[in-house]
Each structure stands twice: as structure tokens, then as C-alpha cells.
T-cell receptor, first 109, second 113 residues
């Protein structure tokens, strides 16, 4: 079955430090992977999708098929990055999304 | 990308009653979905809302408990029927547009007392 694992429920780093939020997936086919972010009192919004290979708000994520990972990285964390981050996988013809458990990122001043 | 309006944003309901949640999309989306987010948990897909036909439910979710309608490409409703405290959750709708991007509603926070 398709599964997305985010091993860290909570992650706390200092402002200016590098950030890496881990995401691993299990899927036998070709997945499409996303990172979604939810800031306080806001709706869930798309941060990145692997096929676009963009850098949004300084975040990047590379799909590693060998390690079945899609870790989210940012070299220098900012306080406004504090939020809940979800990794998600879209699969199959039905294109349903499966979400990881989420990681709450806190950036300390 | 599409913008989704979802209402109500929250409600407190008596057990045994039903609540209907509405989602309106400002442009056409190819797929619409309904998710549940229980307290402290991630999002779980309830069903895919199909235009003009019965929704496709995920394992563990049934039509009698969560009837869904999608009369056109931009509108869908989810009803939570015969509610119990275990149904207290955030319910979200989502739309997928033609380039494969997903947009989410702001969610409905349901408390059953």
C-alpha cells in the first residue's frame, strides 16, 4: 500500500540554521510528491511539487528514488517558516493524495 | 490555481444529528475530494466526489455515514450523518485542477457533543 512517513513530529531549529524535514514514501510505481504547508490559522497550501523542481521561499526538495525520499531543505531558517509541514504522495489514475503525519517546525529567534 | 470556499468554518452539533458541509470552487476542477483530520492526526481521504454520480469511498468510509454530492464541476457537499463524538474532526475539501495541482478549502471544525 502507498504510505508516506515523516519521522519527526516536532522539529525545532534556531533562526539562520539549516532545516531538513524528512519524508520517505513507499510506492511501487512512479509517484508524484508534494510538500504542503499550513501556517497558523491559514489553510493548507502547496509549497513544492517534485515535477516543477522549483525553489519556493528558499525551500527545495529532491526526489531520491533509490532511497524513496523527498526531504525538504532550507539553508537558512527564518522565523516565518514556523508552520506545520506535510509531505504527500499522489498515485495512480485516481490521483488521490496520501499524506504523512506532518512535522511541526518551530524556528527559535 | 483554484480558490475553494468551504462552509461552515465550524459547528457544534448534538449527537444523532447531521451536518452538511459545502464547497464551492471558483473555477473548474477535474477532481474533488473530501478529507478528515482527526485531532492530532494527519489528513485521511474519505472519498472522491464524482460529478453526477455516486462518490468513490475509501476503505472504512461508507455512503450512509458520509453521503456526498457533486451536482456540477464546481460544487460539492459532504454530510456527516447521525453524528457521535468520534466524528469530531476537521473536514476539508480539495480540488485538483488540470495541471495536477491540489487546492484545499479552509476546513470545517466539527465538534459533536
Amino acid at each position: 500500500a502507498q504510505r508516506v512517513t515523516q519521522p519527526e513530529k516536532l522539529l525545532s531549529v534556531f533562526k539562520g540554521a539549516p532545516v531538513e524535514l524528512k519524508c520517505n514514501y513507499s510506492y511501487s510505481g512512479s509517484p508524484e510528491l508534494f510538500w504542503y504547508v499550513q501556517y497558523s490559522r491559514q489553510r493548507l497550501q502547496l509549497l513544492l511539487r517534485h515535477i516543477s523542481r522549483e525553489s519556493i521561499k528558499g525551500f527545495t526538495a529532491d526526489l531520491n528514488k533509490g532511497e524513496t525520499s523527498f526531504h525538504l531543505k532550507k539553508p537558512f531558517a527564518q522565523e516565518e517558516d514556523s508552520a506545520m509541514y506535510y509531505c504527500a504522495l499522489s498515485y495512480g489514475g485516481a490521483q488521490k493524495l496520501v499524506f504523512g503525519q506532518g512535522t511541526r517546525l518551530t524556528i527559535n529567534p | 490555481s483554484a480558490v475553494i470556499s468551504q462552509k461552515p468554518s465550524r459547528d457544534i452539533c448534538q449527537r444523532g444529528t447531521s451536518l452538511t458541509i459545502q464547497c464551492q470552487v471558483d473555477s473548474q476542477v477535474t477532481m474533488m475530494f473530501w478529507y478528515r483530520q482527526q485531532p492530532g492526526q494527519s489528513l485521511t481521504l474519505i472519498a472522491t466526489a464524482n460529478q453526477g454520480s455516486e462518490a468513490t469511498y475509501e476503505s472504512g468510509f461508507v455512503i450512509d455515514k458520509f453521503p456526498i454530492s457533486r451536482p456540477n464541476l464546481t460544487f460539492s457537499t459532504l454530510t456527516v450523518s447521525n453524528m457521535s463524538p468520534e466524528d469530531s474532526s476537521i473536514y476539508l475539501c480539495s480540488g485538483m485542477d488540470r495541471d495536477g495541482g491540489y487546492t484545499f478549502g479552509s476546513g470545517t471544525r466539527l465538534t459533536v457533543v
